[in-house]
C-alpha cells in the first residue's frame, strides 16, 4: 500500500446549490459515472417536497433516507471521489453548513434561469470564509435561460468571486446542442439517446473556422458560437490554477444534468483539477494527510429518529494516515483509546463495512454517545483539529417546560443534542430563561419531537423575534461591555459563555457596527471560542 498514491487518487468535495437547481439529478448521473449504481433514479427516492412537519413518520422517513445519502464514495477512472450530502429543503441546518468543513472542493450547481439564488448564497459564503474552491456548473441549458455573460457578471458580483468558463454552450433552450471546450478547443456535441441519457458525438480536431462546423450545427449557431468565444476570449481572462485552489476563481461549466449532457466533461476536469486531501490545521500544528499515523475529526452525528434504533452515527473525516477497521483510535477530549465500530461507508442507498481507509475519505461510525462535533481522533497524539465552526443561528425559541420536575432530563436531553450539533443553547443574561437556536426552522420540531421522545420531557417552544446573531469580541473589554450595557436585553451566553447578540433586524447589525466600530461581530463561534 502506498499512502501517497491513496491520497493523491482521492477527492473529496460537497455540492452547494440552491433546492431545485438540479443537485439530486446531478448527484445521479455522478454515481452513473461512477458505477455505484446502475439506472437514473436510485437518488431519487427523494423526500416528498410537501410532507407537513408535524408528520412524523415522514420527518423520520426522511431522515433515514438522508442518512444513507449523506455520504457517497465512488471510483472514477483510477480516482477514488467521496461526494458529501449538503441537506436542503426542509431539512437545511447547520448540518448543512458544517459538511463544507469536510470537503476540499465544492461544485456550485446554478440553474440557468434563476441565478444566484438565497440558499446558494449562504452556502457559498461558508466555502468562501474557508478559502474553498469552487467549480460551478450552469444546469437546465435545454431550456430558456438568463443571458449568459448577466448570469456570470452576477456571480462575480454577488458572490465576489471570478468566473472563467472553460466550456461555453452551443446553443441555448431548445436549441442546446452541446459545448465548445475553450482549453481543448474542442466541440463536444450531444446527441440525446433516450428519454433522460445523452450520447456524445465526438467531433475531435474540428476547428472553430472549420467550415465543418456549419454543417454540425448550423450557420446561425457557429456564428453565434464564434462571436461569443471572440468575446470572452478578447475579454482577457486566463484560468490560473493557483487561483482557483485559493478560492478566487471559479471554472466554469454548462450542461444540463437531466439529459446528461455536459456532466463528464465537469466530471473529467474536476478530478483532474481539484485538489487531493490537503493538510489540515490543529491546535498544537498542521497534520499533512500523507503523514502515516491516522487522525480524524467528527463533522457530522446523525441519530435515527427510530426510538426502537436509539443509535448515533458519527461521520468523521479522515486527515491522515490509514484506518483499518477493529482499529482503536485515541479520542482526544475524553483521554482515552476506543474502538471504532462498525464503519460505514455510503453508496446510495446501500451501506458498506470499511476494510480500510484513507485520508480524504469520509466513514461513519458507531456512535454509543460518546462524540462531539469537532472532536479529533487520533493514534495518541494530543491534536485539536480546528475550522469545525459553530454558525450563527437563524431561528430562536424560548423553552418552557411543562412540568418544572423534569428539569434535569430536559437540561440532559438538550446537552446532548447540542452535542451533536442539533441545536444551540443559549442563556440571557437578564433572565433565567433558555432560548435554543438553529440554522434550519425544522430543527425546532425535530429537537422538540426527540426530547419528548428520548427524554419523556414535554416542553413548548415559543418563537422569538429574533432572525440572526453574532458573536461579540473586542481587543479592549471595556468597548464589548459598553455593547453589553446598551443591548443587555439582547445578550445572550452561549454554553462555553461566549458572548452573543441577538438581532430582530438585518439592518440592526449594521447599525451597531457603526455605533461599536470597535466590537467584532462573527457569523461563527470559532473567533471567540476557546
Ligand atoms: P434539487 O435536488 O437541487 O432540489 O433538484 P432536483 O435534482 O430534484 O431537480 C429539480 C427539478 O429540476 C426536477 O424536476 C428535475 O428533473 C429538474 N432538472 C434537473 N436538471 C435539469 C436539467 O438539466 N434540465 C431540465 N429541464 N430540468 C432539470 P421535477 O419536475 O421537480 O422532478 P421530476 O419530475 O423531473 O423528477
Redesign the pocket.
Known sequence: MNLDKEIKRRRTFAII????????????KLLLYGGAIQLAGTV?A?RS?KFATSDWMELEKQRGISVTSSVMKFPYKDHEINLIDTP??EDFSEDTYRTLTAVDSALM?I?CANGVEAQTKKLFHVCHMRKTPVMTFI?????EGRDLFELLEEIEQVLGIATYPVTWPIGRGGLFRGVYHRETKELILYEKDSDRSSRIVPLTGMSLESEELEKQIGAELAEELRTEIELLDGAGDHFDKERYLKGEIAPVFF?????N?GVQTLLDYLVSLAPKPLPRSAVQRTVDPAEKKFTSFIFKIQANMDPSHRDRVAFMRICSGRFERGMKAHHVRHKRAMRLGRPTQFMAQDRSLVDEAFAGDIVGIHDPGVFKIGDTLSEGETLSFTGIPVFAPEHFVRVQLKDPLKSKQLNKGLDQLAEEGAVQIFRPINSNDQYLGVVGILQIDVVKYRIKAEYGVTVDMKPLPYTAARWISAEDPKKLEALKKEQANNICLDTHGNPTLFLDHDWRLKFHQERHPEVEFHTTSEAVSV
Open positions: 446549490s440552491h433546492p431545485d437547481a438540479g443537485k439530486t439529478t446531478i448527484t445521479e431519487k427523494k417536497k436542503g429543503h450547481l440553474d444546469n437546465k441549458m435545454d431550456r450542461g444540463s444534468a437531466l439529459n449532457f
